[in-house]
């Protein structure tokens, strides 16, 4: 698990925002990411500047793949897992339940002593196996 951020959520696009507003006042991204870091007292310029690429990529002004469709991506990658996941039990309980026939039903269990062992008797429904 992530730890949670010093900075609150409404913080990053702010900080997108400036970025992009203040980029013509400076010579490169690069000064532009660190005035705002500055000024926003943040640490790292190095994810403020992965923020502000990922936001143009977003917004269609890079060629990348989007958030939303990422998160898609991540979504069917995760179903077809699970789709996986469930044919390989549907065949483990297909082997399983040809090992033993259905017909089996515990009727009636209990315990005895005798001779110092316990012993279970079981009803079988099945004819098969007795």
């Known amino acids: 698990m992530a730890r949670p951020s010093r900075y609150p959520l409404e913080l990053r696009p702010r900080a997108v925002r400036m970025v992009a507003a203040v980029r013509g006042d400076h010579p ?45 991506l991540e979504a069917l990658k995760e179903n077809a897992e699970l789709k996986r996941a469930n044919e390989t039990l549907k065949a483990a309980t297909s082997l399983f339940a040809s090992a033993r026939p259905a017909t ?12 110092g062992a316990d012993k279970i008797f079981v009803k079988r429904g099945c004819a098969t196996l007795r």
């Open 28 to 72: 490169d991204e690069t000064s532009a990411l660190q005035a705002v870091a500055e000024k926003l007292d943040i640490g790292s310029r190095e994810t403020r500047r992965n923020r502000v690429k990922q936001y143009e990529i977003d917004a269609g002004r890079r060629p990348a793949t989007t958030t939303e469709a990422s998160a898609h």
């Open 104 to 115: 089996h039903t515990l009727v009636a269990c209990r315990r005895t002593r005798e001779r």
